[in-house]
């Protein structure tokens, strides 16, 4: 296998080979699946992805389950609640039978899951949500595969020790993982992977909440603040369905939170929900400020990283001596706050626990701890709408039930906050088995989304798809959709034998002033990429096939070159493997190739367009500093009338101009021009000087 890279800000695999798959199967199986129909595709590879997502959650679930019997349970003699679909256990309420135990008990499980953590995985640590989104935004081939399994136990052990966190970071990161895998396996298109790594969060998550719509929905919201990934809706309903039914078989299908009995009657209510919705909206501003805050704060802190969970369990079971609420998921006090238990909880402690359970998810998540913000987002929405019904419960209008301020509170807060308010509150819903709610929570979210802005708690969501690293580049240059990769791709330079030691292999690279070079294995096939560098600070004896990037992107040849750019643009590799349908090595294709292959095509586009018009010819002229045009804008009134500015090419960008496009000395300038005004245009953009009267007049000069 190869060696691990640096990870950076987004995991990046560089530890696993295909599985014990032979290449030839999959590379069939590959090639079939680019030829098939979108549905067709998506039925295929989003059932994949829902089975792993049912199954992760499954063992997730029986993990948590042990942990918590463990830690909380056999050390410290305490049985957390459990909601209606989990038991609807109220054994032990608020009471500990060794008090002494709970604060060394959420440190211990903190410090394993650290060590755990910063010594095998460090990208584990956290809310795996938003490590999934970024993967989805900036590698989504790249999701190593130590990370789910290493979720599992850490987010196992800190929550199950009684750590602030939710169920839904580690199964998204599960199957997201694993839609991440199947990218790699099947060589799926930089946009598919994209699409695979999406249905994997939504499917994951639908299905430990038992909520498979509102996971399909949330998959393909969650990336964005201000947009929806329309592409994956179909794939996620697919996946998220089979991991609904996959789960459910195991642990049951009924709702988490049972079934609400409520009846929207009174629209004076709209009036309390929409003050909940306000002030859920700052409750989620403020959740967010004050994770990242102990985010920012911990990883300032003195020490080893690995030690500060256990501290931060410390501190967060101190708390619970006082506010018990606090500890685990909250799932099971959010089920008390729904009916009469809630009347017998202090007024104080419901008032208060919204603020502690986010100081509560910020230690024991923010400090590197494993575990989701999305559950804990609810429960703190839930309890904000209690604490809003004990408070106004005698005014006229109030529902009789708190069940309705605590759902919709729970809608708000995080539906608000997550940029993810359609999927919210079908999840809500679904989760309580009524859609009695959906108008008050519309208005209710709306209001918290006004108060929220563009603040978020997945700090890896960008604003739309716009603003997609690979999209900004696609739209810029659409001619790259129409050409095929074998019009842009070189013979490789330099492919190396895996069995080639990494001294030989440098002395080629070194020879022939190559920076990297593809490497094949015994049949031929392609094996993966080395680099200059990889080799310089890898053991000369070993082999260059234990070192190379295994996981180095690929197209296949009949790709075309906006699949390249989509790999360019996000893995920022600087070439990429042209793979026929046995993934032997068919070409290479560099950034340079692609802005050639592009300019090739323009031009011939360019000229076409020109002899379509009569009278009409096309130029090119680079802007020169002493011309006039430096500066000048394309709605500027110095053009001859009837020229257009077609394009322009600024070093490797290619500018599609608008009317308030400024030239700039430097520019390649692609012009369709009326015949007859070559030499004023010329003389305009390029400074080419004015004629002498002589060169003008001619021979009639003379007379």
Same mark, same amino acid.
């Given at each position: ?308 969970? =256990?501290? !931060?369990?410390?501190? +967060? $079971? @101190?708390? /619970? #001596? &006082? *506010? ?114 959906? =108008?008050? !929570?519309?208005?209710? +979210? $709306? @209001?918290? /989304? #006004? &108060? *929220? ?125 042209? #793979? ?124």
């Amino acid at each position: 296998m190869c060696r691990d890279g640096d990870a950076g800000d987004v995991p990046v695999a560089r530890d696993v080979n295909l599985p014990a798959v032979p290449s030839r199967v999959l590379g069939a199986a590959s090639a079939r699946l680019r030829r098939t129909g979108y549905l067709r595709k998506w039925i295929v590879l989003g059932t994949l992805i829902g089975i792993v997502a049912g199954l992760g959650a499954v063992v997730f679930t029986t993990a948590l389950d042990w942990s918590s019997r463990f830690f909380l349970g056999t050390l410290a003699g305490y049985t957390p609640p459990s909601p209606f679909g989990e038991g609807n256990s109220f054994a032990s309420g608020a009471e500990f039978a060794h008090p002494w135990a709970i604060p060394l008990v959420v440190g211990l499980g903190g410090l394993i899951a650290g060590i755990l953590v910063f010594s095998l995985a460090p990208e584990a640590e956290g809310h795996g949500t938003d490590a999934a989104i970024a993967a989805v935004h900036h590698g989504p081939r790249g999701i190593r595969a130590r990370v789910s399994a290493l979720k599992i136990v850490a987010s196992a052990l800190t929550i199950g020790s009684g750590g602030s966190g939710g169920r839904e970071g580690p199964t998204a990161q599960i199957s997201a993982g694993f839609g991440s895998m199947l990218s790699r396996w099947l060589d799926l298109t930089p946009a598919d992977a994209r699409v695979a790594v999406t249905v994997g969060i939504g499917s994951g998550i639908g299905a430990i909440f038992r909520a498979p719509l509102g996971g399909a929905i949330l998959g393909a919201e969650i990336l964005y603040r201000d947009d929806v990934e329309v592409e994956a809706l179909i794939p996620s309903i697919v996946a998220s369905i089979v991991g609904f039914a996959v789960f459910g078989a195991v642990e049951g299908f009924s709702p988490i939170f049972g079934v609400l009995h409520y009846t929207f009657e009174r629209p004076v209510e709209l009036l309390y929900f929409a003050g909940i919705g306000i002030a859920a909206g700052l409750v989620g501003r403020l959740y967010s400020r004050s994770f990242y805050g102990m985010a920012r704060l911990t990883k300032r802190l003195p020490g080893n990283r690995m030690w500060k969970p =256990a501290i !931060a369990g410390l501190l +967060v $079971g @101190l708390m /619970a #001596l &006082v *506010v018990p609420e606090v500890l685990g998921t909250g799932y099971g006090w959010v089920q008390a706050a729904m009916g009469q238990r809630l009347l017998t909880l202090p007024l104080w402690v419901v008032l208060v626990l919204p603020f502690a359970k986010i100081l509560a998810t910020s230690l024991s998540i923010g400090s590197g701890g494993s575990g989701g913000i999305f559950g804990p987002g609810m429960v703190i929405g839930g309890f904000l709408g209690a604490g809003a019904w004990r408070l106004l419960s005698d005014l006229p209008g109030v529902p009789h039930s708190p069940a309705p301020f605590v759902v919709v509170g729970m809608i708000a807060c995080f539906g608000s906050i997550a940029h993810a308010p359609i999927a919210v509150m079908l999840m809500v819903a679904e989760m309580t088995g009524s859609l009695q709610l959906l =108008a008050p !929570a519309m208005v209710a +979210v $709306g @209001l918290a /989304a #006004l &108060v *929220v802005g563009d603040a978020t708690i997945y700090t890896s969501q960008i604003k739309n798809r716009n603003e997609s690293p690979a999209r900004g580049f696609r739209s810029a240059l659409p001619l790259l959709a129409t050409l095929a990769v074998s019009e842009a791709m070189h013979p490789p330079r330099l492919v190396l034998h895996a069995d080639t030691s990494v001294r030989d292999g440098l002395d080629e690279l070194i020879a022939l002033g190559v920076s990297g070079a593809s490497v094949r294995d015994d049949q031929g096939r392609f094996r993966g990429m080395i680099e200059t560098e990889r080799l310089l600070a890898a053991d000369p004896a070993e082999n260059v096939g234990g070192v190379c990037d295994t996981l180095a992107p690929t197209v296949p040849i009949e790709s075309t070159l906006d699949a390249v750019l989509d790999i360019l643009a996000v893995d920022h590799v600087a070439r990429v493997a042209v #793979l026929d349908a046995d993934r032997r090595i068919a070409g290479i294709v560099s950034a340079s190739d692609l802005i050639r292959a592009y300019r090739r095509s323009l031009q011939g586009s360019l000229e076409r367009l020109g002899s379509t018009f009569r009278g009409a010819t096309l130029l090119e002229e680079e802007v020169s500093a002493s011309a006039q045009a430096d500066g000048m804008s394309v709605s500027d009134g110095a053009w001859p009338p009837g020229t257009v500015v077609i394009a322009i090419q600024r070093g490797d960008e290619r500018i599609f101009p608008e009317s308030d496009t400024v030239l700039v000395a430097g520019d390649v300038v692609s012009i369709l021009a009326p015949a007859g005004k070559e030499e004023q245009l010329r003389r305009l953009v390029a400074g080419e000087p004015e004629p002498e009267p002589d060169e003008v007049a001619g021979d009639d000069a003379l007379i």
